[in-house]
């Protein structure tokens, strides 16, 4: 998993610049380059989020509210300080990474749980601050406003141009977590996901590393909030809401906690599923992505990233 | 209307943080109750609450059944679903671990919530208060009926459990697998057998909060998240495990939150609950009456 | 990646691209006809707004067809559920314009969604009229003035705050406790209470907020209880409102007058609050109360012919949301019949109607104010016996 070979990555990359034009060329497809664009922001978050429960064994049940301070921070800044966006999506992760430090230092020295609690409380207590917060944030209401992005001078306007942005920014994280993960601390992290005991014995500070990659997977998650502030040009508290962070854990669990082509996929799925195709259930798809999970937690473990190897076991038999 | 004092006020704000507090204290009742045997958290304690309300509004108001019937009834149904829970949802996960007990729990609350929602709609529901609805009067503070049955209920299910754990042969073999599973099962005691019934003992418990709780709030499909996060809560800040614990810490926490509401800022409510697990769990996470052991998976 | 995942992915890919192929359908042939697009909160937390809004929209297109359409030309409808989410909303809304076509849309059901899409619509030079309250809709903050293309039909906040204030005047109420929820409707009708209260001589001691999914009111009314006010004004949607209610009794709180905000529309609210909401006051739209309005009240005769065909339709009673989506269809009817398919005449058109008489009021909208309603477009009503009654 860890090494890129040359040919997929080239096939994979070449999709995903060829995909606008196809939607483009089917009316059907029309508007599927908007769904992508938001399935690549759930990846940016997705990806950080899946080595902290892949590697970490760590659960995190509050992380719509990383992708909201991104948003927020974005937003704010952009609207009342009229900084760059740029500026102001680097501010977002700052802000996002000392509070993943204060919410993760004390929680990750514990065993288990504690961390899976502890972000469901923050989390919940984060929406409401961006509920109650009107003077800053706009209050239920939301705000508006938001500036769009420029890159080298070229305005970001388009559904498509915000695309290549995201995805571009996706691959480039892609490949930063598979080069961190080939880093020291990364191969602390694989030691501590092979054996916890073996890892502690040989010296690694388990603790220290899991909050290493607790505090990554949070500025991900702010950077994707921040994209998705300046693409929507509008937020409201209701988008970083505790459904959304368990709907992050369906797309990890769907796609596969041990890859990073699990978050991936389980991303753009449950994006396309959410998005386009469960309009059929309307409200109710809600219990059609309980039912995903659980199907998934007992039969498929290893999620969708998963399926090739287990066929083959069965095959080879 | 006579002027209220200072005093009435606090007073008012006492019993409602003591009956909320109640209905909390009842959910940390249950979640210690799969905790100790099983040491899963089961995030979807709320949603037997839930289920309480709107299955006794199903037969009481719906069905016309008298209301003790309806009451046995509701606890019936509701144990049931505990049942089907640890059977098709915890038992069936092969390898089992922190994070995919956790996940497994979450999705269940997602399903039940799902349900509720087909099976009643979205509206909220009402209950006859259980002995009328004239309030009493202590001190200038009003005190609902309905009130005095949440605690009550409380009183007697504590009463009840400590004679079921300390008295009965299956209660001691429930406290015997919370000790230590293998030791269990090595004296013959089917533990499978006790999770199952320590979900159903827990769902009960939430049926009888949710039902004596909706004369008072209403009922919908989807309080059950937020009781769930509360009631954890409460469990934390009294040491999860421990029963006296829940109760201190259902009661304090409904306290709080009554107190926060009434004196600081009402718009935070809810996030006073929160502050306050966040609060125990870094600096004391093993909660004002529970005991320093880190905890250890247990097998099942 | 190894080659398998590879494979894998690949298979994954093509089946997506088979399923989305299978799922295209044939464009019609193009007909000459009228095409207009709706996004509602048919599902979700809003939908006791957007379902109303979708039958009632709905049940209008098939009336005019039956008909002959608009000048013989059908009239065709695309509504789009956005299930009370902004992202869903926002790729909704694109999808009407960039794909469906249409000439105009109304819409969306909540205020949040409204304001998320504006500068969609700003962009694509299309007339929205929103289905929405907040006042920002039709305010950008930062000209002062409307938005160029976007129209709202129900009533602002403070139009329900000055009928209410209005009435507190007649009966000498001025020292009052608000209590508000923490939610889009509450802090709206909040902002307009305090800022419209010293216009009014209200003196407002106390300010209390609640969340949408709290259930018990108690500890903040028992705050107010103590600063003896001579009314309280409650300010929130869904069950709450009820839940402040029978709070409010419960502490025995009666002599202290009580209004509701217009949410509290519904005869459903009164029965679940279960004999509390007696003598509580509300403003209403005519449309909820067609039967108790006047025989010469101007819009006696549209409400009444609504409620009898949602009913005899639906098979149930109307809701006062609906009656948003009935406005702002039939004023892009009536402009679609003067101008035909052009945006920038329908435009116009809309910014320069007067006397619309509609569910919710009287219209009469200019280039300052794209809501064109006044505080006469509530009537204050009190719960008498288990059912509404005008207040004069």
Same mark, same amino acid.
């Given at each position: 998993?860890?090494?890129?070979?040359?040919?997929?990555?080239?096939?994979v990359?070449a999709? /995903?610049?060829?995909f606008?034009?196809?939607?483009a060329?089917?009316?059907?497809?029309n508007?599927?380059t908007?769904?992508m664009?938001?399935a690549?922001?759930?990846?940016?978050i997705?990806i950080?989020?899946?080595?902290?429960m892949?590697y970490?064994g760590q659960?995190s049940?509050?992380h719509?509210a990383?992708?909201g301070?991104?948003a927020?921070?974005?937003?704010i800044?952009?609207?009342?300080?009229? /900084?760059d966006?740029?500026?102001a999506?680097?501010?977002g992760i700052?802000?996002?990474a000392?509070?993943?430090?204060?919410?993760g230092?004390p929680?990750?020295?514990?065993?288990?749980?504690?961390l899976?609690?502890a972000?469901l409380?923050?989390?919940?207590?984060v929406?409401?601050?961006?509920r109650?917060?009107?003077a800053?944030?706009g209050g239920?209401?939301?705000?508006?406003?938001?500036?769009?992005?420029?890159?080298f001078?070229?305005?970001i306007?388009s559904?498509?141009k915000?695309?290549?942005?995201?995805?571009?920014?996706?691959?480039?994280?892609?490949?930063?977590t598979?080069?961190?993960?080939?880093?020291?601390?990364?191969r602390?992290?694989?030691?501590?996901?092979?054996s916890e005991p073996?890892?502690?014995?040989?010296?690694i500070d388990?603790a220290?590393t899991? /909050?290493i990659?607790?505090?990554?997977s949070?500025?991900?998650a702010?950077l994707?909030g921040?994209?998705y502030?300046?693409?929507m040009n509008?937020i409201?508290?209701s988008?970083f809401?505790l459904f959304?962070?368990?709907?992050?854990?369906?797309m990890i669990?769907?796609g596969?906690?041990?890859?990073l082509w699990?978050a991936?996929?389980g991303?753009i799925l449950i994006?396309?599923?959410?998005?386009?195709?469960l309009h059929?259930?309307?409200?109710?798809?809600i219990v059609?992505?309980?039912?995903?999970?659980?199907?998934v937690t007992?039969?498929?473990p290893h999620g969708l990233?998963g399926?090739p190897?287990?066929?083959?076991?069965?095959?080879r038999r | 209307?006579d002027?209220?004092t200072?005093a009435?006020?606090?007073?008012?704000?006492?019993?409602?943080?003591?009956?909320?507090?109640?209905?909390?204290?009842?959910?940390?009742i249950g979640?210690?109750i799969i905790?100790n045997?099983?040491e899963i958290?089961?995030l979807?304690?709320g949603?037997f609450?839930?289920?309480?309300?709107?299955?006794?509004?199903?037969?009481?108001?719906?069905l016309g059944?008298?209301?003790?019937?309806a009451?046995a009834?509701?606890?019936l149904?509701v144990?049931?679903?505990?049942?089907v829970?640890?059977?098709?949802a915890i038992r069936?996960i092969?390898?089992?671990s922190v994070?995919t007990?956790?996940i497994?729990t979450i999705?269940?609350?997602?399903?039940?919530?799902g349900?509720a929602?087909l099976?009643w709609?979205?509206?909220p529901?009402?209950?006859?208060?259980?002995?009328?609805?004239?309030p009493?009067?202590v001190?200038?503070?009003?005190?609902?009926?309905?009130y005095?049955w949440?605690?009550g209920?409380?009183?007697?299910?504590?009463?009840?459990?400590?004679?079921?754990?300390?008295?009965s042969?299956?209660?001691?073999?429930?406290?015997?697998?919370s000790?230590?599973a293998?030791?269990?099962?090595l004296?013959?005691?089917?533990?499978?057998?006790?999770?199952l019934?320590?979900?159903?003992?827990?769902?009960a418990?939430g049926?009888?909060?949710?039902?004596t709780?909706?004369?008072? &709030?209403?009922m919908?499909?989807?309080?059950?998240?937020?009781?769930?996060?509360?009631?954890?809560?409460?469990a934390?800040?009294g040491?999860l495990?421990?029963?006296?614990g &829940?109760?201190c810490g259902g009661?304090?926490?409904?306290?709080?939150?009554?107190?926060g509401a009434?004196?600081?800022s009402?718009?935070?409510?809810d996030?006073?609950?929160?502050?306050?697990?966040?609060?125990?769990l870094f600096?004391?996470?093993?909660?004002?009456l529970?005991?320093l052991?880190?905890?250890r998976?247990k097998?099942f | 990646m190894?080659?398998?995942?590879?494979r894998a992915v690949?298979v994954?890919i093509?089946?997506?691209l088979?399923?989305?192929?299978?799922?295209c359908q044939?464009?019609a042939?193009?007909?000459?006809?009228?095409?207009v697009?709706?996004?509602?909160?048919?599902?979700g937390?809003a939908s006791?707004?957007?379902?109303?809004?979708?039958?009632t929209?709905e049940?209008i297109?098939e009336?005019?067809?039956?008909?002959?359409g608009?000048n013989?030309?059908?009239?065709?409808l695309i509504?789009?559920?956005?299930?009370?989410?902004a992202?869903?909303?926002n790729?909704?809304?694109?999808?009407?314009?960039e794909q469906?076509?249409v000439?105009a849309?109304?819409g969306?059901s909540?205020?949040?969604?409204s304001l998320?899409?504006?500068p969609?619509f700003e962009?694509?030079?299309?007339?929205l009229?929103?289905c929405?309250a907040s006042?920002?809709?039709?305010?950008d903050?930062a000209?002062?003035?409307?938005?160029k293309w976007?129209?709202k039909?129900?009533?602002?906040?403070s139009?329900?705050v000055?009928a209410?204030y209005?009435n507190?005047q007649g009966k000498?109420?001025?020292k009052?406790?608000?209590i508000s929820?923490t939610?889009g409707f509450?802090?709206?009708?909040?902002?307009?209470?305090?800022?419209?209260?010293?216009e009014?001589g209200?003196?407002i001691?106390?300010d209390e907020?609640y969340d949408p999914k709290?259930?018990?009111m108690?500890?903040?009314?028992?705050?107010?209880?103590?600063?003896e006010p001579q009314?309280?004004?409650n300010?929130?949607?869904?069950?709450?409102?009820?839940t402040?209610?029978r709070?409010w009794?419960?502490?025995g709180?009666?002599?202290?007058a009580f209004?509701?905000s217009?949410g509290?529309?519904?005869?459903?609210?009164?029965?679940?609050?279960a004999g509390?909401?007696?003598?509580?006051?509300c403003p209403?739209?005519?449309?909820?109360i067609a039967d108790?309005?006047a025989a010469?009240?101007?819009?006696?005769?549209?409400?009444m012919?609504y409620?009898?065909n949602?009913?005899?339709?639906y098979n149930e009673?109307?809701?006062?949301?609906?009656?948003?989506?009935?406005d702002?269809m039939h004023l892009?009817?009536?402009?679609l019949?003067?101008?035909?398919?052009?945006k920038?005449k329908?435009r116009d058109?809309l910014e320069t109607?007067?006397?619309?008489?509609g569910?919710?009021?009287?219209?009469?909208f200019s280039p300052d104010?794209h809501n064109?309603?006044t505080?006469?477009?509530f009537q204050m009503?009190m719960?008498?016996?288990g059912d509404?009654?005008?207040?004069?």
């Amino acid at each position: 998993m860890l090494e890129i070979r040359k040919t997929p990555m080239v096939a994979v990359a070449a999709a /995903i610049v060829l995909f606008p034009l196809l939607a483009a060329a089917i009316p059907a497809m029309n508007h599927y380059t908007g769904i992508m664009v938001f399935a690549g922001i759930y990846c940016l978050i997705t990806i950080g989020l899946s080595i902290l429960m892949g590697y970490a064994g760590q659960i995190s049940l509050g992380h719509a509210a990383f992708f909201g301070i991104g948003a927020y921070t974005s937003g704010i800044l952009t609207t009342q300080i009229r /900084i760059d966006p740029w500026l102001a999506l680097i501010a977002g992760i700052l802000a996002a990474a000392l509070v993943a430090v204060a919410v993760g230092a004390p929680s990750l020295k514990l065993k288990g749980h504690y961390l899976a609690m502890a972000t469901l409380a923050f989390g919940i207590i984060v929406n409401i601050v961006f509920r109650e917060q009107v003077a800053l944030t706009g209050g239920p209401d939301g705000m508006g406003g938001i500036p769009r992005m420029q890159l080298f001078g070229l305005m970001i306007d388009s559904t498509q141009k915000f695309y290549y942005l995201v995805w571009a920014l996706v691959s480039g994280a892609f490949l930063f977590t598979v080069n961190l993960l080939q880093s020291p601390a990364g191969r602390a992290l694989r030691a501590i996901h092979t054996s916890e005991p073996a890892a502690s014995a040989m010296g690694i500070d388990i603790a220290r590393t899991k /909050i290493i990659v607790f505090v990554y997977s949070a500025a991900l998650a702010s950077l994707a909030g921040s994209l998705y502030a300046h693409y929507m040009n509008f937020i409201n508290p209701s988008s970083f809401d505790l459904f959304f962070s368990i709907k992050l854990i369906i797309m990890i669990t769907l796609g596969g906690m041990h890859t990073l082509w699990g978050a991936v996929l389980g991303s753009i799925l449950i994006a396309f599923l959410s998005l386009e195709w469960l309009h059929f259930f309307e409200e109710f798809e809600i219990v059609v992505y309980g039912g995903i999970l659980l199907a998934v937690t007992i039969f498929l473990p290893h999620g969708l990233a998963g399926v090739p190897a287990m066929l083959r076991n069965r095959l080879r038999r | 209307m006579d002027k209220i004092t200072f005093a009435s006020q606090l007073l008012q704000y006492t019993v409602t943080g003591i009956t909320i507090g109640s209905v909390y204290a009842m959910v940390a009742i249950g979640f210690n109750i799969i905790y100790n045997v099983t040491e899963i958290i089961n995030l979807a304690q709320g949603e037997f609450v839930m289920l309480g309300g709107l299955v006794m509004v199903f037969l009481q108001v719906s069905l016309g059944l008298p209301v003790v019937i309806a009451f046995a009834g509701t606890v019936l149904i509701v144990t049931l679903v505990g049942l089907v829970l640890d059977r098709l949802a915890i038992r069936p996960i092969r390898q089992p671990s922190v994070l995919t007990l956790i996940i497994a729990t979450i999705a269940a609350s997602i399903m039940i919530k799902g349900a509720a929602m087909l099976i009643w709609g979205k509206d909220p529901f009402d209950l006859p208060a259980f002995s009328g609805r004239t309030p009493i009067l202590v001190g200038g503070a009003t005190i609902q009926p309905q009130y005095l049955w949440v605690v009550g209920f409380l009183v007697v299910t504590v009463i009840g459990l400590t004679l079921f754990f300390n008295k009965s042969i299956v209660g001691k073999a429930m406290s015997a697998c919370s000790e230590n599973a293998d030791a269990a099962r090595l004296v013959g005691i089917n533990v499978q057998h006790m999770v199952l019934l320590s979900f159903a003992l827990s769902a009960a418990i939430g049926a009888v909060a949710g039902l004596t709780m909706t004369p008072i &709030a209403l009922m919908e499909y989807d309080r059950g998240a937020m009781l769930a996060v509360k009631g954890f809560g409460a469990a934390i800040l009294g040491g999860l495990g421990s029963f006296p614990g &829940a109760i201190c810490g259902g009661l304090i926490l409904g306290l709080i939150e009554s107190l926060g509401a009434g004196l600081l800022s009402s718009g935070y409510k809810d996030a006073y609950a929160l502050v306050v697990l966040l609060a125990v769990l870094f600096f004391r996470p093993s909660g004002i009456l529970g005991n320093l052991e880190v905890t250890r998976f247990k097998r099942f | 990646m190894d080659r398998k995942m590879f494979r894998a992915v690949m298979v994954c890919i093509a089946f997506f691209l088979l399923g989305t192929l299978t799922m295209c359908q044939k464009k019609a042939a193009e007909v000459a006809e009228y095409k207009v697009g709706a996004v509602f909160s048919v599902t979700g937390r809003a939908s006791f707004l957007g379902d109303p809004e979708k039958k009632t929209a709905e049940m209008i297109v098939e009336q005019i067809n039956q008909a002959g359409g608009i000048n013989g030309i059908p009239l065709k409808l695309i509504v789009y559920d956005d299930e009370g989410d902004a992202t869903k909303c926002n790729l909704q809304v694109k999808k009407l314009l960039e794909q469906d076509k249409v000439t105009a849309v109304i819409g969306p059901s909540i205020s949040g969604l409204s304001l998320a899409v504006i500068p969609v619509f700003e962009k694509a030079q299309t007339p929205l009229i929103s289905c929405a309250a907040s006042y920002k809709i039709v305010h950008d903050e930062a000209t002062g003035k409307p938005y160029k293309w976007i129209f709202k039909v129900p009533q602002s906040d403070s139009l329900a705050v000055e009928a209410i204030y209005t009435n507190m005047q007649g009966k000498g109420i001025n020292k009052i406790a608000i209590i508000s929820g923490t939610s889009g409707f509450g802090a709206s009708g909040r902002q307009e209470l305090i800022r419209l209260a010293p216009e009014y001589g209200m003196e407002i001691v106390a300010d209390e907020k609640y969340d949408p999914k709290d259930t018990d009111m108690t500890a903040q009314l028992t705050k107010i209880k103590g600063l003896e006010p001579q009314a309280i004004v409650n300010w929130s949607i869904g069950p709450t409102q009820v839940t402040v209610v029978r709070n409010w009794r419960d502490l025995g709180m009666e002599s202290i007058a009580f209004y509701q905000s217009h949410g509290f529309g519904s005869r459903k609210n009164i029965e679940l609050a279960a004999g509390a909401a007696e003598g509580v006051l509300c403003p209403l739209g005519a449309c909820n109360i067609a039967d108790l309005l006047a025989a010469d009240h101007p819009q006696k005769a549209v409400t009444m012919k609504y409620a009898e065909n949602y009913k005899a339709k639906y098979n149930e009673s109307l809701s006062s949301f609906g009656g948003h989506a009935w406005d702002a269809m039939h004023l892009l009817v009536d402009a679609l019949k003067a101008v035909g398919a052009d945006k920038a005449k329908i435009r116009d058109y809309l910014e320069t109607k007067k006397g619309f008489i509609g569910q919710h009021g009287v219209f009469n909208f200019s280039p300052d104010d794209h809501n064109g309603l006044t505080k006469e477009a509530f009537q204050m009503v009190m719960v008498k016996d288990g059912d509404w009654a005008l207040v004069n």
